[in-house]
């Protein structure tokens, strides 16, 4: 099959979704069928591309050669992948390939790896350290996990969509990764969160504050994407609370398995709780410091 005959479905369709679902059509590639829980978002992206809306994950399946998954959490690939449901993907698994990308437990890339294999498919996780920019733009850091030939043979689909394309090993390997990835990641943002809290009670001017961490050893990725939204209380969403609640989650998970202690991803996990316990869970993850700026979390 030559690579423009390839039909690709999604299933999830949300912010990082649907903007690969448009670099993909930007870059010549057949859209053919999107799915997501949110019908309104569906019937919208699908007359946008020009493809179907399907009905439910497994009619994507039925129409795509290759699927990507891009959904919330553990049980929403469950319930996706299901062994028995009607709508799953799995009807439809034989000869397809689905791309796993969403931020899951390892363990859930190792199942969903053996239901497609038993029905005769293949499956690849591809986690993404990125956001929706560079899923627009097509400049993802993808981490992908699996058979090696199954990489190999995504490797030009996938380059497509990302800039930093690695091979990190069999199923599950790289969900851990990602999960160490974002653990570090909302860590550096709640410690952000409460440096700039404080420059603030202190009464020192925060934009310069910023400068002088850009400069020194408080420099992070973190502070060049949420610090001035931080100080401008700027929390549209492009990661959420929620997920960040979710994956470091996830890595507390993992270092109890690994009867290690993590501290600092706990204290950091209780703070995004406690967001969603406000119901902020929809706001982006700079809100953390909504917790630690002392007139703002009254």
Do not use: W
Request: include cysteine; aromatic fraction near 4%; proline fraction near 2%.
């Amino acid at each position: 099959m030559r690579q423009s005959d390839v039909k690709i479905g999604f299933v999830g369709v949300g912010r990082m979704g649907s903007n690969m679902a448009r670099r993909l059509r930007d870059q010549q590639e057949t859209i053919v069928a999107l799915y997501d829980r949110d019908r309104a978002v569906t019937n919208s992206l699908a007359t946008e591309l020009g493809c179907v809306a399907a009905a439910s994950p497994a009619h994507v399946a039925e129409l795509a050669d290759i699927v990507f998954t891009v959904v919330s959490d553990d049980s929403a690939m469950r319930q996706i992948f299901s062994a028995t449901g009607t709508e799953s993907l799995l009807c439809h698994a034989q000869n397809r390939l689905f791309v796993n990308c969403a931020t899951l437990s390892p363990a859930v890339h190792i199942e969903v790896e053996s239901l497609v294999t038993q029905r005769g498919g293949r499956s690849l996780e591809a986690c993404m350290a990125s956001s929706i920019t560079q899923a627009r733009q097509g400049t993802l850091y993808l981490m992908c996990g699996g058979r090696p030939d199954v990489f190999e043979s995504a490797m030009p689909l996938l380059g497509k969509l990302s800039a930093h394309l690695r091979y990190i090993g069999s199923a599950g390997e790289a969900a851990k990764v990602k999960a160490l990835v974002n653990m570090v990641m909302n860590c550096n943002t709640a410690a952000l969160a409460e440096g700039l809290g404080l420059g603030a009670a202190l009464g020192l001017d925060l934009t310069m504050v910023r400068t002088v961490f850009a400069q020194t050893g408080a420099a992070s990725r973190v502070l060049e994407t949420d610090g001035e939204d931080m100080q401008n209380r700027a929390h549209d969403c492009y990661f959420s609370a929620a997920h960040a609640a979710k994956d470091s989650g996830i890595a507390l998970a993992l270092a109890k398995a690994a009867e290690i202690t993590v501290p600092l991803t706990q204290a950091t996990y209780d703070q995004y709780q406690r967001l969603l316990a406000r119901g902020k869970g929809n706001l982006d993850k700079s809100a953390v410091s909504e917790l630690t700026f002392k007139d703002r979390e009254r």
